[in-house]
């Protein structure tokens, strides 16, 4: 139905997400067992976690973001929604972002801005 709606212009529709992962040391060594797939012994030492958190609007635009560390709800989601919301103000345009059920954005920080953002035009849609 939201896709629908987007292919009819009636809407931007956009899907937000967030992963992230840690880079290991180098291998020190590596083998396999004759007729099994090669393994690769890692160290218990681990680098940074790296984030990232985009927002795909599909064939238009991929904005994301890159964090050394985790995703706070204040350091990206909020600001970067606060902006989706006065882009759909200053364009008049209803903005739906599709996004996961994740903790950060159903705190109640967040959805204590979820009636402001509705006022501007921008919605969201959380899959439970």
């Not at 083998?31 to 160290?43: A, N, P, T, V």
């Not at 681990?46 to 064939?59: T, V």
């Not at 560390?69 to 204040?74: A, D, M, N, P, Q």
Request: proline share 1%; hydrophobic share 40%; aromatic share 12%.
């Amino acid at each position: 139905m939201l896709e629908l709606a987007a292919a009819a212009g009636e809407i931007d529709l956009k899907y937000l997400d967030e992963s992230g992962f840690c880079a290991w040391s180098e291998q020190s060594y590596s083998y396999y067992f004759r007729g099994q797939q090669k393994r690769l012994e890692q160290s218990k030492r681990r680098g940074r976690r790296l984030s990232i958190i985009g927002f795909l609007q599909s064939l238009i635009s991929f904005v994301y973001g890159l964090v050394i560390g985790g995703v706070s709800r204040k350091s990206y989601n909020i600001q970067r929604m606060e902006l989706e919301a006065a882009e759909a103000q200053q364009t008049g345009s209803i903005r739906v972002i599709v996004q996961d059920n994740g903790p950060i954005h159903r705190s109640k920080e967040v959805q204590q801005l979820w009636s402001k953002w509705e006022e501007m035009g921008l919605y969201t849609f959380i899959f439970t």
